[in-house]
């Protein structure tokens, strides 16, 4: 589907992708960061609302010598619906650095169940792994940031990477594509967890609070991938307010409910827990704050074994941001979702045509509450017949 | 799981709501209590885009979440709103504790509808929180929430003193008793028996600190530096009572008055007699030195570290002070007649104990109890008072039953009052209100006695309850009213007598023939009385109170009398009835030393009957008749009931009246018989159109023939009436039999309003 997309000088744009995350945060006009990618084949159909965001990138990103230059690409984790896409765009576009986890280097055996864009990944992150290990100039179009902990990481040839090549969870940087930033830019990192080759790709999750600063205004966009309830609540309770307060939230996993319903060891059943939405809520900025969900449309009910995005977390989130400040990415297709910085910090722009909401109108509840109860507020409306 | 299937039900109601709502509420979560008898969670989140907002109303977010808590006895507790964020704080309704008050009055809540009637109460307050109509004057500030230690109970009895830009710092004068303080005054200086008081010009926040440190700290935010309050402190310590704690009243103005201005929101912080100990030596001296300084500075260091390290103790307090609190029976008559007054209550039996107690809830200040009597266990049926009381005097149980309410000074008389109260010149012991509630018939005839030369200066309520308890009368006398109960008395028989309506009651109270079935608990031995429960007599007096009550409040020149019966009592005429009773004309005896009480009903006949003869044949010449009504010897009173028309035979002329007979005996007899008794024959009166009501040599040969020439008859009234229908003037003149009328002194007083009183004295 044609688009017309004014991008913002700095700010972030959510693409609408179906149910699965492509993000990207516009640090300057020179420099784009793209987190994760999920380009559907059947949205390069014009009368597919998704939008075909490998394309889109390749059209709208900044140019470098005449070439589409992605500055970072941060891969949160290898699942398809993070991923997809990926050859083309490294086929297309100067990447100047990959950021990912360690999970992203174990074996293939741990990965055979990779798609073939996740194995691409994979593959030019062992290439220039190698090549920096090797004694090479990292350049741009060669860097990576590995971000976390991993025993592997101390065997060859990671040993052997220089230490601008790692960061871990407890700490910042400043750094894109070998530029530093400080002035602009800071990514502060919450996520991985410390882990091994058998954990579940979602639970390694890359998790960033990504800070865009003028100086004067910051704006700040918190994204965890695809983490669930313990890592969402141990990252709030661990880490400290200015660390963790975001002006934009991405919803974990696609506006998942395992955010906030979850079976404690000690729980025989999965139980609501409103402690993560308290965090969530009370590191919310106060001049402003939305949560966006990377999903097509809410369902209009939940059923057990449905994957994502469940009505139980959109409602959840709705009560934690001001109203019309739950944003969902399908609700608006073909339009992404545009947050432009300026003097005030983040602000959403404001989309083309109110988009119309796809969820429930709703009912007052005192009408509910009279039908429910065996009162009838209006009567039957019309004649009723009797034989 | 500790759900009651009460709270399973409140659950399945939501469930239904949700289902019926389409997303317009959609019940999040559940939290079943740990413990049965704990209130149940539910989470309830609640569409609120679709509610109309204003920028004066809260502004809402797409969905709102609210927490349900159930109580295990829903619907027969109700269940509570909270919210668990802080953005509605300060608003409307909404409490620091997240509590969203939805309810203004537990009776709002309606268990049959459970949930149903819950969420629809929910919607309503939201739609309008949502446009800022909520009243914030609907309910007082929120208090602010200390976390209470302290054991002590503090009570504030007394208002404040006005706070105006800066901070009060006084003393509040305290009435310490076992575990609990009393507020009870408010000064400038030290007591040994009053607390350091800092009252605040600015609210603190709405929790208050737990910590001294924090607290001195708020202070000296508001206005009130920490070396001012060390210095409060010390001198508190140094003048309290040493087996006591010591207290700190802390005032805020965190409470609403009706006009919305702030009222101060009191605290009590309480010290422990140990650390009060310190702080009374805290301070450095000139003199010290040597070891005396070093303990000093030893103590001062360990107030320090209290200052640093303890926790505030805060009393629980509970509030009286009248700017606070609004008395629960504002606006009922009661209270505006018995509020702040001086009761006198005669008789502490069945009628008047109650009478006495709920004078003192309605706010009496002082009550003067008499009652001769003692308790005997018979009366524990329908009387206050109890078996430990057996054998003592009835007032002393009943003043200590009044004082334990705590709100009125009471005097106990143990002495007949006939023989006391009744014989002195304050017979009333000046009363606001004097309760009569004897049922004596002796102590009402003496009050009307005392009354005559002493007249009470408040009003009186005079109670009897009838044989069965069933039926009740009341006299009530405002202040100047001429007359006491057995005046109003007289007046209720004769109208009850001649009354269709309330012939019950005359069957009641004035039986033809006297009752033969009277009740002796204890027979041969024991005063006849009622019977009756407690039910039925505190129902009848409680009515008589209240029907009485807005009567005894003003000055007045009518009395009334009240005959109530219980409403399931079948008898002839009304169950109810007021009457009014206008006060007479008194006039004094020219001739001796009674009182004349001419009614306003033989005042009326009087006029009717002179215009009668001014329309006749023969104006000039004089008229008269038989006068009807009592003579009581012993109050020395002669009530005139009713006038009598001229008989038939009667021969007058411009100077003379001979009164004639016919008729006359049949309608002495009448007025007997209709009256059971309570009127008749008690003399004549005729006119002098041509001159004043001075006695003639006609008129005193005539008066001396009747009072020697009847047996029945050794003392009569005459009344000599001047002037025309609509301004009469008139004199009485008692002739006693074998009793000469030495001086003649007549004191001629006008009848008619307006009419400028004339003597020829």
Known sequence: MALSLKVPSVGLIFWPVGTGDSTTVIVD?????????????AAEDDDDDRVPVVDRLLELAPKLTGKPYIAAFAATHLDEDHIKGFANLLKKA?????????????????NKDLCADAKVFVKEAQRRINRIADGKTAGSGHRILIIGEDDLLSESPYSELPAECFTAPGEFFTTLDGEDLSETFQVFVHSPKKGDGDDDRNDLSLGMQIMISDGDTRGTFLTLGDLAYPDVKAIFKRGKYGELLWSVFQAPHHCSRKVMYWQDTD?????????????????????????VASCDSIPSSDKPGDNPPHKAAATAYKAIVDSGNFLVTGDNAPDPRVFEFGDDGLELRAPAAKPQPKSPQGKRLSEGAAAAGGFSSSGHGSLVGFG | MSATSWQKRAIAQLRAIEAATDGGLEVVDVLEPAEIGDQLKAFISVRCDNIEQTTDGIRYREREEFEVRVPAFFPYRRPSLYVSHRRWRGRPHVYASGYVCIYQAESEWQPSRGMYGFISRVDLWLERAAVGSLNAADVAIEPPVTTVRAETLVVAREDCPEVTDK???????????????????????????????????????????????????????????????FQTLIDGAQLRDRSQPMWIVLGTPMRRAEDLSALQHLTVWEISPAMADALSVARSQADDAGEVAELRKSVQDSVIEWAETAKVS?????????????????????????????????????????????????????????????????????????????????????????????????????????????????????????????????????????NRFRPAPGATLAMMVGHDAERALAAVIPAGYPGLAEDVFRAAKLRACADKRLVGFADEFWPDHPRADLFQPEPGCSDATFRGSAVEVAGLTAILMRDAAPRLAVADHQAHAIFTALPSVEHPGTNHAEINVDASVRLPDSAGAYEIRL????????????????????PDDETGGVLFGRRDEIVDVIWIDEVGPPPDDS???????????????????????????????????????????????????????????????????????????????????????????????????????????????
């Not at chain 2, 003869?613 to 023969?618: F, I, L, N, P, T």
């Open chain 1, 29 to 41: 006009k020179k420099r784009w960061v793209q987190i994760d990618l999920h380009h559907l084949v």
């Open chain 1, 94 to 110: 100067t990447i100047g650095e990959l950021w990912f986890s360690p999970r992203v280097l174990h074996s293939n055996e741990d």
């Open chain 1, 267 to 291: 729980d025989d059943e999965e139980k609501r827990k409103k402690d993560v939405l308290d965090l969530i809520e009370d590191h919310a900025d106060e001049d402003g704050a939305w949560i």
């Open chain 2, 167 to 229: 901070p009060w710092l006084g003393y509040a004068e305290l009435a310490v008793r076992d575990g609990r303080v009393d507020i009870v005054g408010w000064r400038t200086t030290p007591s040994e028996r009053a607390a350091p008081a800092i009252l605040l010009t600015d609210r603190m926040g709405p929790v208050f600190p737990a910590y001294v440190e924090g607290l001195l700290d708020d202070l000296a935010e508001r206005g009130v530096p920490h070396g001012r309050i």
């Open chain 2, 314 to 450: 805060w009393c629980e307090v509970s509030e009286d002070r009248p700017e606070i609190v609004t008395r629960r029976d504002d606006r009922s008559p009661v209270a505006d007649a018995f509020l702040g007054k001086r009761v006198v209550v005669w008789g502490c039996g069945a009628v008047g104990a109650p009478a006495a107690e709920w004078a003192v809830r309605a706010g009496a200040s002082e009550v003067v109890l008499y009652d001769k009597d003692k308790v005997s266990p018979g009366i524990l049926v329908r009387q206050p008072y109890v078996d430990e009381d057996v054998g003592l005097y009835k007032v002393d149980c009943l003043a200590r039953r009044l004082e334990a309410i705590g709100r009125a000074t009471v005097t106990a008389n143990r002495k007949d009052l006939l023989a006391s109260a009744l014989l002195s010149d304050d017979w009333h012991d000046n009363a606001d209100i004097l309760i009569d509630a004897t049922a004596s018939a002796s102590v009402r005839l003496r009050a009307e006695e005392a």
């Open chain 2, 599 to 618: 009614s306003a009903t033989a005042r009326k006949s009087l006029g009717k009957l002179m215009r009668q003869h001014a329309s006749g044949a023969h």
């Open chain 2, 651 to 761: 021969v007058s002329s411009p100077t003379r009246f001979d009164c004639g007979v016919k008729g006359v005996a049949e309608a002495v007899d009448q007025a007997r018989k209709q009256s059971r008794d309570e009127t008749g024959y008690i003399g004549l009166w005729h006119t002098h159109p041509n001159c004043d009501a001075v006695l003639s040599l006609v008129d005193v040969d005539g008066m001396f023939g009747l009072v020697h020439g009847h047996e029945d008859l050794p003392e009569a009234l005459m009344l000599i009436v001047a002037g025309s229908a609509r301004a009469k003037r008139a004199a009485a003149y008692v002739f006693v039999r074998d009793r000469a009328i030495t001086t003649i002194a007549p004191v001629i007083v006008p009848l008619d309003r307006g009419q400028a009183a004339a003597s020829s004295r």
